[in-house]
């Protein structure tokens, strides 16, 4: 049962565009996403994130958005360039019940963005 | 220099041999984990840590064992039960076990199992 999913494998793009990645969700419990971009051989590394009190949130290039009503959150890249080529992971926690977070997130299959020069 | 170190980079091993990866940090962060990531999927959590001489199972813990005896260090050890050992493994920490949200990876360590 995969909570988290990346139903686009690959993304291709040409410098300067707009590079937009998608994530879907099933729990309604998880109340705090993440993005990560991977290099290959590489671990990941944080690149944003999102609280459920907020549709949007902004740094530089990289602007996140969530729908929490249609359990769908995407990550903005404006303008892409071609350092940005790497696998981006989607990633979500829940909180339980004392509302303390369990610490442990779920994460989706990936992306490999690609951008063209 | 802040970081996590995983060793080795690469490792090979017969099959039926128990092994053990390398996961050490120096930043301070109370909570530990342990992911693997294979070919086409994401991140599978094999085990965490929020506080020292305590963890718990992940999504795949079958297989594998942890140990956490000092908050800097937290190694996996990959025995003969672990049908696909075959992986590459991450470890990641992060600065508050409540938080957990950030978490920060090292550089990984693929295990080859032939």
């Known amino acids: 049962d995969q909570q988290v999913k990346q139903n686009s494998p690959s993304l291709s793009v040409q410098e300067g565009r707009i590079s937009i990645l998608n994530c879907d969700y099933t729990n309604s419990m998880f109340d705090y996403f993440l993005w990560y971009k991977k290099y290959p051989a590489e671990g990941p590394t944080f690149l944003i994130s999102?609280?459920?009190?907020?549709d949007k949130n902004e740094d530089g290039r990289f602007t996140v958005f969530l729908n929490k009503s249609a359990k769908h959150l995407s990550l903005h890249i404006v303008p892409s360039q071609p350092g940005d080529s790497a696998v981006y992971f989607c990633a979500a926690s829940a909180r339980n019940a004392g509302g303390t977070s369990y610490g442990k997130l779920t994460f989706g299959q990936g992306t490999i963005l690609t951008v063209h020069p | 220099d802040g970081g996590i170190t995983q060793s080795p980079k690469y490792l090979f091993r017969k099959e039926g041999q128990n092994v053990t990866l390398s996961c050490e940090q120096n930043l301070n962060h109370d909570a530990m984990y342990w992911y693997r990531q294979d070919p086409g999927q994401g991140l599978r959590l094999i085990y965490y840590?929020?506080?020292?001489?305590?963890?718990q199972k992940g999504d795949i813990a079958e297989g594998y064992s942890v140990s956490r005896e000092k908050k800097e260090s937290f190694p996996l050890t990959v025995t003969s039960a672990q049908k696909n050992p075959t992986a590459f493994y991450l470890c990641a920490s992060s600065p508050d076990r409540d938080r957990g949200y950030e978490q920060y990876f090292g550089p990984g360590t693929r295990l080859t199992v032939t």
């Open positions: 840590s929020q506080i020292v001489n305590d963890f």
């Open positions: 999102i609280s459920s009190i907020k």
